[in-house]
């Protein structure tokens, strides 16, 4: 590691949030198979706050979410060093089920991805899988009303979810991810395929999820972490040993980071000196 990167990695590390930490995210050096895609980035994702991830493309921000709730596993050259703690919990630990970890970290993605089914099914397809012992009507409608859905479709429940606007999609792919109840949500650029009235109404949907969940939102738009994020981390490449591997550049209250940045590459980037 080269002596400014070494200098960045050990500020980054600096940042101890006054709140509790549900996620003690601690990523020592993370591969795709012998390739190093992220290295020395410890994050603390604080409860009820919204931690956006920015940085230029390539800088391991949807790598380091989905470490997060073991969404890599699916890859098979993904190796990761370090840990992921929830709520103290090692959700690598051999014993912990991924299927488990992602029922209390559940995730959006950047494409609204509805399963071909009825709106209501949609909802309650977690809800379902999970054996939901209590009234799944009553679940699916309050999904629905916390994803600021439900006035727009309750008389049309039964049509395909796939028949809904590119914004009410990903609503509902919204209210399907917090049916079950999650504890945390991890959304991956949950704007990048929406038009500037829809990402409002998704931008202004987080704001309200925060007072039940707590989020971490990967963007790349600086406006929208300005507009949304609590707390935010950026992410460098570092190209210093020939490769291009992702770090924690530095990462702190939103304002802090957007109005007094404490490291160079971070004033650069949020000044649009390079994206
Ligand atoms: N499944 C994979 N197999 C191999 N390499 C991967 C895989 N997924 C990501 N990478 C590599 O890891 C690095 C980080 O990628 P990642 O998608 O996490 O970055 P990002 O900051 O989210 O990028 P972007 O902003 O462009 O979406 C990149 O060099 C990428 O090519």
Same mark, same amino acid.
């Given at each position: 590691?080269?002596?400014?990167?070494?200098?960045?990695?050990?500020?980054?590390?600096?940042?101890?949030?006054?709140?509790?930490?549900?996620?003690?995210? %601690?990523?020592? &050096?993370?591969?795709?198979?012998?390739?190093?895609?992220?290295?020395?980035?410890? /994050?603390?994702?604080?409860? $009820?706050?919204?931690?956006?991830?920015? $940085?230029?493309?390539?800088?391991?921000?949807?790598?380091?979410?989905?470490?997060?709730?073991?969404?890599?596993?699916?890859?098979?050259?993904?190796?990761?060093?370090?840990?992921?703690?929830?709520?103290?919990?090692? #959700?690598?630990?051999?014993?912990?089920?991924?299927?488990? #970890?992602?029922?209390?970290?559940?995730?959006?993605? +950047?494409?609204?991805?509805?399963?071909?089914?009825?709106?209501?099914?949609?909802?309650?397809?977690?809800? &379902?899988?999970?054996?939901?012992?209590?009234?799944?009507?009553? &679940?699916?409608?309050?999904?629905?009303?916390?994803?600021?859905?439900?006035?727009?479709?309750?008389?049309?429940? %039964?049509?395909? $979810?796939?028949?809904?606007?590119?914004?009410?999609?990903?609503?509902?792919?919204?209210?399907?991810?917090?049916?079950?109840?999650?504890?945390?949500? /991890?959304?991956?650029?949950?704007?990048?395929?929406?038009?500037?009235?829809?990402?409002?109404?998704?931008? +202004?949907?987080?704001?309200?999820?925060?007072?039940?969940?707590?989020?971490?939102?990967?963007?790349?738009?600086?406006?929208?972490?300005?507009?949304?994020?609590?707390?935010?981390?950026?992410?460098?490449?570092?190209?210093?040993?020939? $490769? &291009?591997?992702?770090?924690?550049?530095?990462?702190?209250?939103?304002?802090?980071?957007?109005?007094?940045? +404490?490291?160079?590459?971070?004033?650069?980037?949020?000044?649009?000196?390079?994206?």
């Amino acid at each position: 590691m080269s002596a400014t990167a070494e200098a960045m990695a050990s500020s980054a590390a600096a940042f101890s949030p006054a709140g509790d930490v549900v996620i003690d995210c %601690n990523l020592e &050096r993370v591969f795709y198979g012998d390739f190093l895609a992220v290295r020395d980035s410890k /994050l603390p994702i604080e409860k $009820g706050k919204i931690t956006g991830f920015i $940085g230029p493309s390539g800088c391991g921000k949807s790598t380091v979410l989905r470490s997060l709730n073991r969404m890599n596993d699916l890859i098979p050259v993904f190796r990761l060093e370090g840990h992921v703690k929830y709520h103290g919990q090692d #959700v690598y630990a051999k014993k912990v089920d991924p299927v488990v #970890v992602r029922r209390f970290i559940g995730m959006v993605f +950047q494409q609204p991805n509805p399963f071909s089914m009825s709106i209501y099914d949609n909802v309650a397809f977690g809800l &379902r899988l999970n054996r939901f012992k209590g009234g799944i009507e009553e &679940r699916v409608q309050q999904a629905l009303e916390r994803a600021a859905l439900w006035t727009e479709v309750k008389d049309k429940l %039964n049509k395909s $979810g796939l028949s809904l606007s590119g914004g009410q999609q990903q609503r509902l792919c919204i209210a399907r991810a917090i049916a079950t109840e999650p504890d945390v949500l /991890l959304m991956d650029e949950p704007c990048s395929a929406l038009d500037p009235i829809a990402t409002r109404q998704v931008e +202004q949907l987080m704001l309200e999820l925060k007072e039940h969940y707590t989020v971490a939102l990967v963007t790349h738009n600086m406006q929208q972490a300005t507009r949304v994020a609590d707390t935010t981390a950026f992410f460098g490449v570092d190209i210093s040993e020939g $490769g &291009r591997t992702g770090y924690l550049v530095e990462m702190g209250e939103t304002a802090q980071i957007f109005e007094d940045p +404490q490291e160079e590459l971070t004033k650069q980037y949020v000044a649009g000196e390079f994206s």
